[in-house]
Each structure stands twice: as structure tokens, then as C-alpha cells.
Nanobody
């Protein structure tokens, strides 16, 4: 099993920044994609960003392109999400996830392991 723990969420004003972190522990994989998703009340869980194990391949959801940056530290089994120019519509619970055997993936169903989520609230 893999345990994922997110941190860094909170309340921030529109236009501000936050950095989310996710630490993985337990079973490790030699090559896997990590990703961030988010879910706002009453909405489907939405893809935010994904990053490959190596090669620095990243992909972003259209709504966050140019504002969010995903990165990872394999030595620490960690993934990060730097969020800038935050908007009211970024308010959601943010989840990190692991997709074993995938280089990158935008599909929720490719991710086998999920964290509990961290709340991000943007105020006006």
C-alpha cells in the first residue's frame, strides 16, 4: 500500500499564492506518475496537473495552465503544486495521487492511490 499525505492548504485572498506538498510512504514504485486533482462542492473531481518520474514531463488542466506548477522530489517521494494568481474558482479540496506504471496521466481512473485531500479556499 501507498500512503499519501497532503499539506499546505489554507485560506488565501484572490491573486495570492499557495504551495501544496504531498509525501508518499509505504510501497514504492520505480516508475510512476504523480498528479494533483481537485474537487469543489457539487462538482466532479477535476484533473489539475501531472508529472512523470523522470524526464520532467508535465501536463496541466486548461484552467490552471500558466498559473500552477507541479514538481517532484523522487528522493523524498514527494510532489508539490505551486499555485499562483489564485482565483475564487480554485477553491476546492486538492488531492494528490499516484499512477503506477504511467508516465503521466490526466485520467482519474489511472490513479490507484489517493491522499485524503487538503482544503484550499480563495477569498475575494
Amino acid at each position: 500500500q501507498v500512503q499519501l499525505v497532503e499539506s499546505g492548504g489554507g485560506l488565501v485572498q484572490a491573486g495570492g499564492s499557495l504551495k501544496l506538498s504531498c509525501a508518499a510512504s509505504g510501497r514504492t514504485f520505480s516508475n510512476y506518475a504523480m498528479g494533483w486533482f481537485r474537487q469543489a462542492p457539487g462538482k466532479e473531481r477535476e484533473f489539475v496537473a501531472t508529472i512523470s518520474w523522470s524526464l520532467g514531463i508535465t501536463m496541466y488542466g486548461d484552467s490552471v495552465k500558466g498559473r500552477f506548477t507541479i514538481s517532484r522530489d523522487n528522493a523524498k517521494s514527494a510532489v508539490y503544486l505551486q499555485m499562483n494568481s489564485l482565483k475564487l474558482e480554485d477553491t476546492a479540496v486538492y488531492y494528490c495521487a499516484v499512477a503506477p506504471g504511467r508516465v503521466v496521466s490526466t485520467r482519474r481512473t489511472d490513479y490507484d492511490y489517493w491522499g485524503q485531500g487538503t482544503q484550499v479556499t480563495i477569498s475575494s
